[in-house]
């Protein structure tokens, strides 16, 4: 595996990627290639697995299309408009970012700003650099007893929330995405975004950069706001208009500014660095050494877990689960795609249709994951895209296949805890296969209703015969001959000598002479070989 890390990463996050390659007995190449052209980094991704940037490189639909091996983009930070991520699920290419070893740093910087603007920290500091002494010219502003409206309470909103509270300040929020459970439970009142800027003493800014949020903050937001007002943002420059900002404190209708982020980075050319009102630091909300080591373990662990088919934790463009939820279905999603897998192979036809019945506890949760698995179980041995957590559903749209999931917390089946049943087909050409998790592993339970157990692993010889003595014997004799060895063996049958299922476990492939000759045996109605 090639990783290429295009941006400097704290130390620490590179050492654990070795490590977890150690651990995995796995071959690892780590690249530190910084500061490339565009053209550059279309050029040398051809070879990479994946791929780490921070905010500085734009990773283009060009770039992911160059990437012919991509299978992970990890940004080392929280957001992911540097990455074209709808060229990203086309290809199948994960895209992970560490959206919480950052939230504290980033949350104390907008404090820090909020402090500087209170107490006109910078300008003091610059007069006392002349050699002045200035006091009555400085006079500052409380900060508790103070209202602070939030835009956006995620992660980082959260963490302001706590700070600004434990500094005396009532917070109110406008956030339409989050509940008004979670609200009380940081002790936020919830309003609309003119009740939070008309209230505010100071306005925060932590909202994700969307088409919804670009330009959120602009002539009428202004208008909106008190005279005596500060605004922070330490999310993304666009979602403020900065014309309309410098306007508004040109005009006297807010008081200050305290800029991290920028529409364009460096503002080289921006009139906001003239004035005296705005506080400006260079995109330092994340700039920690604790943060920077923090960011760095976070994205090498999902960047290495996505690129060894592993559920990651902070996935942008793959099914978002509970870190409980996502360890009670990982051994599910092992099953999922080995049913999958088997079903696709014994039905020998085009599915356009295929029945999930989900039992037990496991229909208790979003199994958003296992869809994903079965799809690519389903679609990898009869495709060539990719087929992966990311792009499943794409890739089944794109060739008809359609997913029928049906959910049975009581699975009628007394010894099975969970269970999950695959059917594929119409009329009498149903297929059906059913799973369970047994001790971790992935089990087959029953083929065509006949009942069985046997794990789901490497190749299996399936016959379908009538149940009369000498059948299994005769089979085996004929492996035996062919040196081909036995792992085990199931058979079910639906009463003593009616029909039956024959499942057999081998070692390796037989000849395909020899399938020939076991199809032909008297009272073998069928005999198939598939590989798992």
């Known amino acids: 595996m090639k990783i290429m890390i295009a941006e400097p990463l704290a130390t620490e996050g590179v050492e654990a990627l070795k490590e977890y390659a150690t651990g995995a007995g796995l071959e690892l190449v780590i690249d530190q290639v910084y500061g490339q052209k565009p053209g550059e980094l279309l050029q040398n991704i051809v070879e990479y697995d994946a791929l780490i940037v921070r905010s500085g490189t734009k990773v283009t639909a060009e770039v992911i299309e160059a990437g012919k091996e991509l299978k992970v983009i990890g940004r080392a930070g929280t957001g992911v408009d540097n990455i074209d991520l709808e060229a990203a699920t086309q290809h199948g290419v994960l895209v992970v970012n560490a ?44 900060i508790d007893g103070k209202v602070l409206g939030l835009v956006g309470l995620g992660r980082v909103g959260s963490e302001v929330t706590r700070r600004a509270r434990g500094l005396g300040m009532t917070v109110l929020a406008y956030d339409p995405y989050l509940s008004a459970e979670r609200a009380r439970g940081l002790g936020v009142t919830l309003a609309s975004l003119d009740q939070v800027l008309q209230q505010a003493d100071f306005v925060s800014l932590h909202t994700p950069l969307t088409e919804g949020t670009r330009g959120l903050i602009g002539p009428h937001e202004f208008d909106q706001m008190k ?15 900065e014309t309309a900002l410098l306007q508004a404190l040109e005009e006297g ?13 460096p503002p080289s050319n921006s009139a906001l660095l003239n004035n005296e009102q705005v506080v400006l ?3 330092l909300g994340a700039s920690t050494e ?7 373990l976070e994205i090498a662990r999902d960047v290495f877990d996505g690129l060894t088919a592993k559920p990651v934790r902070h996935a942008i463009n793959a099914p978002m689960i509970s870190a409980e939820v996502l360890e009670a279905l990982v051994p599910f999603m092992d099953l999922s795609e080995r049913l999958g897998n088997l079903a696709i ?4 036809q085009h599915i ?21 698995a079965i799809i690519k179980g389903l679609l990898e041995p009869i495709s060539e895209e990719r087929v992966n957590q990311v792009n499943a559903n794409l890739v089944a749209q794109r060739r008809g296949l359609v997913l029928v999931e049906e959910k049975r917390p009581h699975v009628g089946v007394e010894q099975f805890r969970n269970l999950i049943t695959l059917r594929i087909g119409e009329g009498d050409n149903i297929r059906e296969v059913s799973g369970t998790v047994r001790w971790g592993q992935p089990i087959l339970v029953s083929i065509n209703e006949y009942w069985i ?7 299996m010889l399936i016959c379908t015969n009538e149940d009369r003595p000498g059948m299994i014997g005769q089979v085996g004799t004929m492996l035996g001959r062919e040196n081909v060895n036995v792992s085990f063996m199931q058979v079910g049958r639906d009463k003593p000598l009616g029909h039956a299922v024959m499942a057999i476990g081998l070692d390796q492939a037989p000849p395909e002479a020899l399938l020939n000759d076991i199809g032909n045996v008297k009272d073998i109605h069928s005999v198939q070989l598939v590989k798992i």
């Open 99 to 142: 959206p919480t070893a950052n939230c504290r740093a980033a949350a104390e910087h907008a404090i820090a700003l909020m402090f500087a603007l209170a107490r006109q920290v910078p300008r003091a500091d610059a007069s006392m650099r002349q050699g002045k002494w200035n006091r009555k010219q400085f006079i500052g502003v409380q």
């Open 227 to 241: 005279p005596s007002a500060y605004l922070i943002n330490c999310a993304r420059g666009p979602v403020i208009d």
């Open 253 to 265: 209708k807010i008081a200050g500014a305290g800029l991290d982020v920028f529409a364009q980075e």
């Open 281 to 283: 630091t260079p995109h």
């Open 290 to 296: 604790e943060a920077q080591v923090e960011v760095a």
């Open 345 to 348: 192979q014994i039905a020998g």
């Open 352 to 372: 356009g249709r295929v029945h999930v019945v989900y039992g037990g506890r496991l229909a208790e949760h979003d199994l958003t994951p296992l869809k994903a």
């Open 453 to 459: 157990n046997l794990e789901l692993n490497g190749y």
